[in-house]
């Protein structure tokens, strides 16, 4: 099994964007999640590779956006995050996993393989 490599995060005021890239390979299902002290992992976001189904919690809906890139051969799962919030700060954690029913689950409990975790932090 071979282990997610996290890219990005980093500092940004409010209102900015950044993106976060997630190389996962052999895996159908990749996700981000978030975290932050005191906190449980909470799900941002999924993409079903082989078809292109994509999940986004509520609090990133119209503002995040999850997708394949390719870049010199290398294939990422690409988490673009725009119109950021103070409460969007926390370590982001890219895990990757196999489909369930042509479709991916998005607790983080469904997923065996995770990176390291990356932070964002948006502040003024």
């Known amino acids: 099994q071979v282990q997610p490599l996290e890219y990005g995060g980093g500092s940004v005021q409010p209102g900015g964007s950044l993106a976060l890239s997630c190389v996962a390979p052999?895996?159908?299902?990749v996700a981000w999640f978030r975290q932050t002290p005191g906190k449980e992992r909470e799900t941002v976001a999924f993409l079903y590779k082989q078809r292109g189904t994509t999940y986004y919690d509520d609090s990133v809906k119209g503002r995040f956006t999850i997708s394949i890139s390719q870049d010199s051969g290398k294939t990422s799962v690409v988490l673009q995050m725009n119109s950021l919030k103070t409460e969007d700060s926390g370590m982001y954690y890219c895990?990757?996993?196999?489909?369930?029913?042509?479709?991916?689950?998005?607790?983080?409990?469904?997923?065996?393989?995770w990176g390291q975790g990356t932070q964002v932090t948006v502040s003024s």
């Open positions: 895990a990757a996993g196999t489909s369930w029913f042509n479709t991916c689950k998005p607790q983080a409990d469904a997923y065996k393989n």
């Open positions: 052999g895996y159908s299902c």
